[in-house]
């Protein structure tokens, strides 16, 4: 019973010995910090004007890595009388390689100022401290033309490798690695070929009932004109302006009155610019050019809704509306016609 009882103590001690070396390892070891995320690097902006002329150059980031490409924005605001021609910049930019840029502008933000942007997308292929060159505007006011130029901007291109890499250390060549290659099974071919074939069917029937409706439906002859009217009427009947949907709106009268001169007078109008559209309506002569200023005022409008995110007022989108339904009006011919589906709904 004794030699019972002293091993039960001698257990109970040792248990007690390891719980309180556990204790004593658990606290002394070391908390462990929590990984910190680097800090977004802030962007390089720099500041210069000529009077009435402010000019802001911004690069995203200080410094980038060698795959990296660095985006460089030319802001510029000028009054409206003042003619602003940008730095002809194409392939390259000092050390860096101009693989896009992009321009906006004329656009104007309030009456007594215009905006003009140009952003560049840069590319290198050597590390290093880079200098991006200064950009010159020529800023011209009357007869008189003045450069406004930009400082050089230091940019840190950082290399893949590291800095303590010994490059000309020898490596071995890695053990070969095995590569499974798992075929596809073949029931995933039976569906897709299934699938496809469906596909195929459903697609000759569309386009064959789709032929069958257009030949049965008889076609029509009316004025250009005409057509450009009555979607402008289906378009007020919708009532857009109301219901405030302005990009909407904007869209819809803007591809009614060029589909319209298209009709009307054979210009390609769709597919130009609103400045390739002006030049071309000039270079026709005739009724077009006549009302040349109407025009220009109407697709300016739209392209700053589109473009610069312009909001106007329902009176100043009434305005949009009448004069595209006078410029139709005006130029009006009922000699001049289309052949379209007598469906007497809207095909502009």
Do not use: N
Not at 67 to 89: G, H, S, W
Not at 218 to 229: C, I
Not at 304 to 309: P, T
Request: proline fraction near 8%; glycine fraction near 6%; aromatic fraction near 6%.
């Amino acid at each position: 019973m004794r030699r019972g009882a002293r091993l039960v103590a001698f257990r109970w001690q040792f248990l007690v010995l390891l719980l309180l070396s556990g204790i004593g390892y658990g606290a002394s070891l070391p908390a462990v910090p929590a990984p910190s995320q680097a800090a977004p690097m802030p962007p390089l902006e720099q500041h210069k004007s000529l009077g009435a002329v402010r000019l802001t150059l911004t690069a995203d980031r200080p410094s980038m890595g060698l795959t990296d490409t660095l985006k460089l924005t030319l802001t510029i605001a000028a009054p409206p009388e003042v003619r602003i021609m940008l730095p002809d910049v194409t392939k390259t930019l000092g050390p860096f390689e101009v693989i896009q840029h992009r321009t906006a502008g004329p656009l104007s933000l309030t009456p007594q100022t215009q905006q003009w942007q140009r952003e560049y997308s840069l590319a290198v292929t050597t590390s290093g401290s880079l200098t991006v060159p200064s950009l010159t505007v020529q800023v011209q006011g009357g007869d008189t033309i003045q450069p406004l130029t930009t400082d050089p901007l230091s940019i840190t291109v950082t290399s893949l490798v590291p800095a303590d890499a010994d490059l000309s250390a020898v490596k071995d060549i890695a053990p070969p690695v095995p590569l499974l290659r798992r075929g596809i099974p073949p029931w995933v071919w039976i569906v897709a070929s299934g699938l496809g074939g469906v596909g195929l069917l459903a697609g000759g029937w569309w386009w064959y009932r789709r032929r069958q409706r257009a030949a049965a439906m008889p076609l029509v002859q009316r004025p250009a004109h005409m057509l450009a009217l009555a979607a402008l009427e289906h378009l007020q009947r919708q009532d857009l302006i109301g219901q405030e949907r302005i990009e909407e709106f904007y869209v819809r009268v803007s591809t009614i009155l060029r589909r319209y001169v298209e009709l009307r007078f054979g210009l390609r109008a769709p597919e130009q610019t609103t400045e390739e559209f002006l030049v071309s309506a000039l270079a026709i002569g005739g009724l077009i050019a006549a009302h040349r200023d109407l025009l220009e005022l109407f697709l300016q409008h739209c392209d700053l809704v589109k473009f610069a995110r312009h909001r106007p007022t329902p009176g100043a989108m009434e305005e949009t509306f009448e004069s595209a339904k006078t410029f139709v009006e005006h130029t009006a011919d009922m000699h001049v016609l289309v052949t379209v589906p007598q469906s007497g709904e809207p095909v502009l």
